[in-house]
């Protein structure tokens, strides 16, 4: 037995909550239906010796027989006293001598003209009520009513009741303990089941998932498993394919070098202009894997937080402008449109040029490299405290179930068609991590096959 399970605990803690409410209930019940039944014993005893002494008043004297034919139907004995404290009359139900119920200091107590109204316990271990009046005239002791009344029949009642109370704790107990197993096997069985789920996720088998059968915190809980399996899988998946497209990425590139490099030194060309052509490769070839490489370790640092902004105060719109026109002749190669669309005001940003002439131009060159006819249209929305700059072109679009992934490195949508427009995938995660720096925000919305709009928003001022 694993006395730190969860529902051990559980079923513990409720077991003594159970048994100390049902033990207090108990009790607590007991005391007051006792009090009760005995009090109501005294309170009858005291009124039956009151009707006594009215009749022993009124009659001088109250026939035996009278007495005795009450005392055996109100199950009670009752003893009548002189003036001198001896008994005059009493009733035959009585199996003991008044002696034994009646002490001296009652009798003295009757005689200072007091009643009196205790509870006795005989030499033989049985309980009795004795409720006495005296009757008095002009202050001189007459004489006495005494009523006994056996305690017997009460016990034996609450006898009865207790052992009823006893058997509907047990009852209560039992229904209590299933019901508190039920629960906690209820509520901790999900929880084993998170357990042997993260066990299985930390030894590598990232496509274990846990079953989410409620909105509860649990609920929340094993779908916070469910997504931190996911990103694991998906972190591992893009690591691996990382590795691939990058030894992909370098190889295709050194292969050229190598293979043209080596057609230039031995002549293996037959005119100049062929010789020419192959030079052309060997530098084009040059360039994408310096920029690879050099996109490469901007990430690395930027992730490293190695890469400190310098930002200052920029006027947006010649900022933008400018940029524009540096990827204008891009676009008219394709026969795309740039547009601009600004307010007429003086809009200030704040920011690191450079890096934001990065971000841009990264944003523009996908919109172009994106596109295959239309417009890419560059508009700023001045806000109180941000600004908007979106970036929206008419070209392939991105399906929606790419989206979230868009922004992590090496992400390419269709492999195939980076490759085909020469992308690594590092331009949007270099992008955002910018983005981030500048205290700013970039979303995404794309409809497939119509078009794709970049959203940034960047602050005016210094934070
Ligand atoms: P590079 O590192 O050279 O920028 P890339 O353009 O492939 O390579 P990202 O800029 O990170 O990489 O873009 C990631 C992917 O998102 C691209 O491969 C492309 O499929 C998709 N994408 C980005 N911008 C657009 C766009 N404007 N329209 C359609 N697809 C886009
Ligand atoms: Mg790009």
């Given at each position: 037995m694993k006395w730190n399970r969860v529902d051990m605990k559980l079923g513990v803690t409720m077991l003594s909550i159970f048994l100390l409410v049902f033990a207090l209930l108990g009790f607590v019940t007991d005391r007051v239906i006792t009090k009760f039944y005995i009090q109501k014993s005294h309170e009858e005893n005291m009124e039956l010796a009151a009707h006594f002494l009215k009749m022993a008043n009124t009659q001088h004297g109250i026939n035996p027989d009278a007495i005795t034919t009450m005392a055996e139907f109100s199950k009670v004995g009752i003893h009548v006293l002189d003036a001198t404290g001896a008994i005059a009359s009493r009733s035959s139900?009585?199996?003991?001598?008044l002696e034994q119920y009646l002490t001296p200091s009652m009798l003295h107590v009757l005689q200072k003209g007091q009643s009196i109204d205790t509870e006795i316990t005989t030499a033989t271990g049985q309980g009795f009520i004795i409720s006495g009046l005296p009757l008095m005239d002009r202050d001189i002791f007459q004489g006495s009513v005494i009523m006994t009344a056996s305690l017997a029949p009460i016990v034996a009642f609450l006898h009865n009741i207790r052992q009823l109370l006893l058997i509907l704790c047990i009852v209560g107990m039992v229904i209590g303990l299933a019901f508190s197993f039920v629960l906690s096997r209820k509520l901790t069985k999900p929880i084993q089941q998170m357990v042997t789920a993260t066990r299985n996720i930390a030894i590598g088998h990232l496509d274990t998932r846990v079953t989410v059968?409620?909105?509860?915190e649990i609920g929340v809980l094993a779908a916070s498993i469910n997504d931190m399996a996911r990103d694991l899988e998906r972190y591992q998946n893009t690591r691996s394919e990382f590795f691939a497209n990058i030894s992909h990425d370098l190889k295709t590139p050194i292969t050229y070098l190598e293979g043209y490099a080596r057609v230039v030194a031995e002549r293996l060309y037959e005119s100049e202009e062929e010789e020419q052509q192959y030079l052309m490769i060997i530098h084009h070839e040059a360039k994408r894997l310096n920029r690879l490489i050099n996109d490469l370790f901007e990430l690395s640092k930027l992730e490293d937080g190695q890469i400190r902004l310098e930002p200052e105060t920029l006027n947006l719109v010649p900022l933008l402008e400018r940029i524009l026109s540096n990827v204008s002749l891009n676009a008219s190669q394709k026969g795309i449109e740039l547009c601009l669309q600004t307010p007429a005001s003086v809009i200030q940003i704040w920011g690191d040029e450079g890096r934001l002439e990065q971000i841009l131009v990264n944003l523009l060159d996908n919109a172009i490299r994106y596109t295959d006819q239309g417009s890419i249209t560059a508009s700023i929305e001045p806000g109180t405290e941000q600004c908007r700059i979106s970036i929206q072109d008419t070209g392939i679009g991105i399906p929606e179930v790419e989206l979230p992934y868009l922004f992590d490195r090496l992400y390419r949508v269709e492999k195939s068609r980076s490759r085909q427009h020469g992308g690594s995938g590092l331009g949007l995660s270099i992008v955002s991590k910018l983005i981030e720096l500048h205290h700013g925000q970039i979303e995404v919305k794309s409809r497939y096959g119509q078009g794709t709009c970049f959203i940034l928003t960047l602050p005016h001022r210094p934070h």
């Open positions: 139900n009585m199996e003991q001598p059968s409620s909105k509860d």
